[in-house]
């Protein structure tokens, strides 16, 4: 296998996007510039049924060393799955059977295909922890947890918070980060690369590596998109992309973030310049409407995940629908077997997640029934006439 050693394409792949390097920036730079093939691995446990802008922002990573010719294994965490990582958590997860993994990693090789190639002669591989971990004995679990100590596992925040307010920590919670760290001595990796907030794990697997193997294990950590309170974007927040998500509702979920989220966007889920996007900072600080760009920052996030013609596509409905009000033309249809108060069709049709998220929508305004803002919450919604419903600006479905 040709190895790419350009000093240009190896300075971007260690620097944009990059939060961390372990053990430094030096130590991997020689070892991609030295030609031989490395072999690196994301691990995403499956606790949902599609991969996100958490997984797709280490896997453009991936892709760029992919791109140089180093082999990469996506690992799913079938085994560490069922035990549940503890990463900011502030109570414990609720453990999840065999076959619910499975069931969520049903489609997590076809959507991280948008990013990462499973074919050719570089073809990243696709492996599952429970191949090792399942056979591990308590003799094996005994001699692996002797290389680490308890003040070790205590350092991490949400352990150190969750004693001072009295929360319990269970032991399943705390061996978590050593079955994460066994993963890299199993495959013999050179590298893992995550998101920051995997940190603590991933060195985990570094220093079990050198003492199980006597190897320097390389660890990338990616930045992450958050809100401008440091909050990650998530599935209550309603702005969280997934690789499943339509063109249509990716540009719009773009749309919706704030506008702090805009440069860091282009410089972690884009390919523009460095230099474009610098420009574009300097624009908005002069006062120029930072909507413009947030626009293309949505038509890049669909070109990105779908091709550049679906995200033109998806630029061309939006100005449409929001700049002339227009009503889409292919609306979903929802049946109900009865009529219904609009708060039940709210919950029902999951415009709403809960009745009192309904009622707040209606208290602000962003109800329409057949394009009138509706203020009543016992509104019955006849199904038999084909209501439209609307919420804000971009959810449309019609009841029959």
């Not at 947890?145 to 399943?172: C, W, Y």
């Not at 690789?243 to 889920?269: A, H, N, Q, R, Y």
């Amino acid at each position: 296998m040709n190895i790419n050693t350009d000093e240009t394409a190896i300075n971007t792949l260690l620097t944009r996007g990059v939060e961390n390097i372990y053990p430094s920036f030096d130590f991997i730079e020689s070892r991609l510039k030295d030609g031989k093939q490395l072999t690196l691995y994301l691990g995403i446990d499956p606790t949902g049924p599609d991969l996100h802008l958490g997984h797709a922002i280490p896997l453009r990573k991936m892709a760029e060393f992919q791109k140089l010719g180093h082999k990469l294994i996506l690992l799913v965490g079938d085994f560490t799955g069922m035990i549940g990582d503890p990463t900011d958590k502030s109570a414990t997860r609720v453990r999840l059977t065999r076959e619910q993994v499975l069931e969520n990693a049903s489609k997590y090789k076809a959507q991280a295909s948008k990013i990462i190639s499973f074919e050719g002669e570089n073809a990243a591989e696709l492996k599952y922890n429970s191949e090792w971990l399942d056979k591990l004995t308590l003799r094996d679990t005994t001699e692996l947890a002797s290389n680490f100590t308890v003040q070790q596992f205590m350092e991490r925040d949400m352990f150190e918070k969750r004693l001072e307010e009295g929360k319990p920590i269970h032991l399943h919670e705390f061996l978590y980060p050593l079955m994460q760290a066994y993963d890299s001595v199993a495959m013999n990796v050179d590298g893992e690369i995550g998101g920051n907030d995997q940190t603590f794990n991933m060195l985990a697997g570094r220093d079990l590596m050198k003492a199980l193997k006597g190897k320097e294990k390389f660890v990338i950590t990616s930045k992450l998109l958050v809100d401008p309170t440091g909050k990650k974007m998530g599935k209550s927040e309603g702005n969280m992309i997934t690789l499943s998500d339509t063109p249509d509702d990716m540009f719009g979920k773009v749309m919706s973030w704030t506008d702090g989220m805009i440069i860091p966007g282009f410089e972690i889920l884009t390919d523009l310049p460095n230099g474009e996007i610098k420009e574009m900072k300097i624009a908005m600080g002069d006062g120029v409407n930072p909507r413009d760009y947030k626009v293309k920052l949505a038509a890049e996030v669909v070109a990105t995940f779908f091709d550049r013609a679906m995200g033109d596509a998806a630029v061309d409905r939006f100005n449409k629908l929001f700049q002339e009000h227009a009503i889409p033309e292919n609306i979903e249809e929802v049946k109900l077997a009865s009529a219904m108060s609009i708060i039940d069709v709210l919950v029902e049709t999951k415009l709403a997640p809960s009745k009192s998220e309904a009622r707040r929508l209606i208290d602000g305004g962003g109800v329409k029934v057949d394009e009138v803002v509706v203020a009543d919450y016992e509104l019955v919604i006849d199904p038999s006439k084909k209501p439209l419903i609307q919420k804000g600006k971009r959810f449309f479905i019609r009841v029959i």
